[in-house]
């Protein structure tokens, strides 16, 4: 009982932390804005992002039918926007959450189990680092073709080593503490001592780690989509960026460039000002900026 | 030398040596048994020629088992055959050569460029923290740390080489015009070099100046530092012969060990710039479907990235007296 006391007032006090933390409520804001956008997309336009406007429609500049214009295929440049808010945070979760589930579940037995088995987990997340991320999520999404779970899968393919390597080292020093020790005395199992004792110790790093990881795959999924290898049933930000720039009119279309690069922007300072607040609160001696 | 180092050396070329083993093993694989099998689409391809299949087939012993495929390609990668491109028809190892000398260009400058200036802004930033100047740096790197790059050469592509037409629009040279002398040459290949130099240099910058800035407030609070005070030294001198040079360290490492997240960037530059370096080779590959290009330039990005990383690793073990004594 007084444990989840603790908890709870603990929590309140991280609260009370992060409500002072500018940049925190700035990042949350940013993040819950587009979330409402990815939510309430049919609500906000009557436009198919996909579908092609009649030949009179082609890279008309923004104007009332069309508030921010359309692309040199007549589609509506505004639809593909909020559309493509649902693509950039339904890969940045996804991914994220893959990779650091993974991670997690790595470095946990690595680092609680040790010995052969830790040696042979590092050797595997040390040939995953030494690899270069973006050339070979090119590869990969080039190789399985192009699709939206491809992508989440390739970004998660590179993005797991990291957390693993992170969660390994906070294991090893919990792992000392007494309260492993008590459990083990009183006959607790290896997986019970793993996923009840040190799992739950984790889970705050394995947050702050998460919501950078979320910025750090939507800015894959918009490199990615750039240079083709989008799903193309699902128009993202990148990808509207790869049809302007290979159309050859982005001198003239400034409306057809300006939105998706600054949502790619505004979308990734969110979470990284989000990540690097909670950060803070958790490790204050880690903070990035 | 002493016997530590050559330990240590040692130690380094067997990790790497397996290292790249694996890199051209699972490159064997990834290429092998993915659905783009590149072998099987190189018979469908129409723009590969029957010279071309007939070599290959002889050369990689494709109509051998698997595991024998295998060794044979291990001989040939070493021996630095990496097959015919399809969209060329030509040996990919040619192409891949002749496109690396202006990736290393781009490369060099930017990473010079950049951590200089990335060590200055952060060590200022870190010494006057809390300013307006220290606020102004922040948010610029935080602004650069979030827009993606190829966006960002993007914009400077419309702003200045199509609206106020001061630059190129890529390539590295004008072409047809033969140059009357070198310095002319060289001011040509500048004026194509700019805007790609400035994207890539905002790219990495950001990263540097966070580095730096937080291995700085680390430094500064150090006991050393007020001991300089105490002596009586001017800011001046503490600042550039106490703090920066202690708070060094960490971004050398960040430099050595991130050859993969600069390589990313070179990618994003090059595609936007029309560079014809090695990562536009990359794009050129996956627009054009050309398996055993795309699988031959990541080979030797991987491998370069591997080698830069070892490099770094024993000039590091020297730097670092920790190292070079243990």
Not at chain 1, 167 to 188: T, W
Not at chain 1, 238 to 256: E, H, K, P, T
Not at chain 2, 37 to 65: H, Q
Not at chain 2, 83 to 108: A, C, D, H, Y
Request: net charge positive; charged share 15%.
């Amino acid at each position: 009982m007084s444990l989840s006391n603790d908890r709870i007032s603990l929590l309140k006090y991280y609260l009370s932390i992060f409500k002072r933390s500018k940049q925190g409520v700035i990042g949350l804001f940013i993040i819950i804005v587009f979330m409402l956008l990815a939510i309430s997309a049919p609500l906000l336009t009557p436009y198919d992002p996909l579908k092609l406007g009649s030949p009179d429609e082609l890279l008309t500049p923004p104007s009332l039918t069309h508030i921010l214009g359309t692309d040199d295929l007549g589609r509506d440049i505004f639809a593909q926007l909020i559309y493509g808010s649902r693509v950039s945070l339904l890969v940045g979760f996804s991914a994220a959450f893959i990779s650091i589930t993974l991670g997690s579940i790595i470095g946990l037995i690595a680092g609680y189990v040790g010995g052969l088995v830790d040696e042979l987990l590092m050797r595997m997340t040390d040939i995953v680092m030494v690899l270069p991320a973006l050339p070979l999520m090119i590869v990969l999404s080039a190789l399985l073709g192009r699709s939206l779970v491809n992508i989440i899968i390739v970004i998660s393919i590179v993005g797991w080593p990291y957390s693993a390597r992170v969660i390994r080292s906070q294991v090893l020093s919990i792992k000392e503490r007494p309260f492993i020790e008590a459990a083990r005395c009183i006959g607790a199992g290896r997986f019970r001592i793993i996923f009840r004792e040190i799992f739950p110790n984790v889970i705050p790093l394995m947050i702050a780690e998460g919501v950078l990881y979320i910025a750090s795959a939507i800015y894959s999924e918009a490199v990615l989509s750039f240079l083709g290898l989008g799903d193309p049933m699902n128009i993202s930000w990148g990808m509207m960026l790869n049809f302007a720039f290979s159309s050859g009119v982005i001198a003239y279309a400034w409306w057809w460039v300006l939105p998706p690069g600054l949502s790619i922007g505004f979308i990734i300072l969110g979470f990284a000002l989000l990540g690097n607040a909670i950060n803070e609160i958790l490790n204050p001696r880690s903070r990035l900026f | 030398m002493s016997k530590g180092q050559v330990k240590y050396i040692l130690k380094k070329v067997l990790s790497l040596l397996i290292t790249l083993y694996i890199v051209i093993t699972i490159n064997f694989f990834l290429f092998r048994i993915m659905p783009g099998n590149a072998v099987r689409l190189m018979f469908l391809d129409p723009r590969v020629s029957k010279e071309n299949i007939d070599l290959m087939m002889k050369k990689f012993g494709l109509d051998k088992p698997l595991w024998m495929q295998y060794l044979i390609y291990i001989r040939e990668t070493v021996s630095g055959n990496l097959g015919i491109s399809f969209w060329k028809n030509e040996p990919v190892i040619n192409i891949i050569m002749s496109r690396l000398p202006q990736t290393i260009i781009l490369l060099t400058i930017a990473i010079i460029v950049s951590t200089s200036l990335g060590i200055i802004l952060g060590a200022y930033s870190a010494w006057r923290k809390g300013s307006l100047t220290d606020s102004v740096i922040l948010g610029l790197s935080l602004i650069t740390y979030s827009i993606p790059s190829f966006w960002n050469g993007i914009l400077l592509l419309l702003v200045f080489s199509f609206w106020l037409n001061l630059f190129p629009l890529g390539g590295t040279g004008s072409i047809g015009i033969s140059h009357a002398s070198l310095m002319e040459q060289i001011l040509d290949f500048a004026w194509h070099s700019t805007l790609p130099l400035i994207t890539l240099i905002l790219y990495y910058l950001g990263g540097y100046v966070m580095i730096m800035r937080n291995s700085m407030l680390d430094v500064l609070s150090e006991d050393y530092i007020v001991a300089a005070y105490a002596k009586g030294l001017s800011d001046k001198r503490i600042l550039w012969r106490h703090a920066v040079r202690n708070a060094l360290l960490p971004v050398t490492t960040v430099t050595a060990l991130n050859f993969g997240w600069m390589i990313a960037g070179v990618i994003e530059v090059e595609v936007v710039f029309s560079w014809p370096g090695v990562g536009r080779l990359v794009y050129d590959a996956i627009i054009q479907r050309d398996y055993p290009l795309l699988q031959g330039a990541f080979l030797i990005i991987a491998i370069s990235v591997i080698i830069a990383n070892f490099i770094s690793d024993i000039i590091y073990g020297f730097l670092d007296p920790r190292i070079r004594k243990g």
